[in-house]
């Protein structure tokens, strides 16, 4: 599976973006997906997950009410809505799939997207 993520950029605080991962592989449409994001000096956390069927959705107390995770298996593409963005959103946001035990650790996952940015600006 190969994970391509995009959709970042730059934003005022108060603001939205959608972000994107598009994979190749059919066995991704029964897989576990994640997000995750990193900030400059901090490590890689846990942002939300979704399982393979799209029911159940996981997220970060610090994202929850404000970013959505969805997935189109026909399109073989992952979504992050982010809306009320913040300052403390900025990070590089990756998109990861297929876990092994716990979908919030990031060594769960077995394959990983390139980061996009997402800068909030104050």
């Known amino acids: 599976v190969q994970l391509q993520a995009s959709g970042g950029g730059l934003v005022q605080a108060g603001g939205s973006l959608r972000l994107s991962c598009a994979a190749s592989?059919?066995?991704?449409?029964?897989?576990?997906v994640g997000w995750f994001r990193q900030a400059p000096g901090k490590e890689r956390e846990f942002v939300a997950a979704l399982g393979w069927s799209g029911g159940s959705t996981y997220y970060a107390d610090s994202v929850k009410g404000r970013f959505t995770i969805s997935r189109d298996n026909a399109k073989n593409t992952v979504y992050l809505q982010m809306n009320s963005l913040k300052p403390e959103d900025t990070a590089v946001y990756y998109c990861a799939a297929k876990i092994r035990s716990s979908r919030y650790e990031s060594w769960s996952y077995d394959y990983w997207g390139h980061g996009t940015q997402v800068t909030v600006s104050s």
């Open positions: 592989g059919r066995t991704f449409r029964s897989q576990t």
